[in-house]
């Protein structure tokens, strides 16, 4: 099942993916997946990596945009659009840059990397899924009750 992202959005700690799957006809249906479960780090650095690109787009001060928060991307005919947020003094500010078109080979890679990661968390990939020993195994984590 090929799914196609077309938005993902976080907002109060709820991250929002629309998407499109295919159905039995030519046609595809649009569905709105939204979870308060956070996601694994992966999902956040990937999309954190459009930072520089929102801030050059919007030719924003670097040094005060640096710790700036990737919080939604559109995807949309080989284009893209990004939201930031950033607390500036005492207040947070966002900000969304004009489609960029998807033409640099860098951003088109970032951006099934973010594709990538989204599905996976569509499908239950989340930020603490087992834990491991020393060795990087996976430890099985066994349930008990005290009576």
């Known amino acids: 099942m090929e799914i196609i992202i077309n938005k993902i959005q976080i907002s109060d700690n709820v991250i929002s993916i629309n998407y499109d799957l295919p159905c039995d006809s030519n046609q ?3 569905v709105k ?4 479960q956070e996601a694994s780090p992966d999902f956040y650095s ?6 520089e690109e929102a801030i050059n787009t919007l030719g924003l001060d670097q040094r005060l945009w640096a ?3 990737v ?7 080989n284009k893209i659009t990004i939201t930031v947020t950033n607390k500036v003094g005492d207040i947070y500010v966002t900000v969304s840059t004009p ?3 998807v033409d640099a080979e860098e951003l088109l890679t970032l951006i099934e990397k973010i594709t ?7 499908d239950g990939k989340r930020a603490q899924m087992s834990l491991l020993d020393n060795d990087g195994k996976v430890v099985e984590i066994r349930q008990f009750q005290m009576n």
């Open 46 to 51: 990937v999309l954190n990596n459009l930072l």
């Open 67 to 69: 710790k700036g928060t």
């Open 99 to 101: 489609s960029i078109l």
């Open 28 to 30: 595809r249906k649009n």
């Open 33 to 36: 997946f939204s979870c308060d």
């Open 116 to 122: 990538s990661e989204a599905v996976a968390y569509i």
């Open 71 to 77: 919080t939604g991307v559109v995807f949309k005919d």
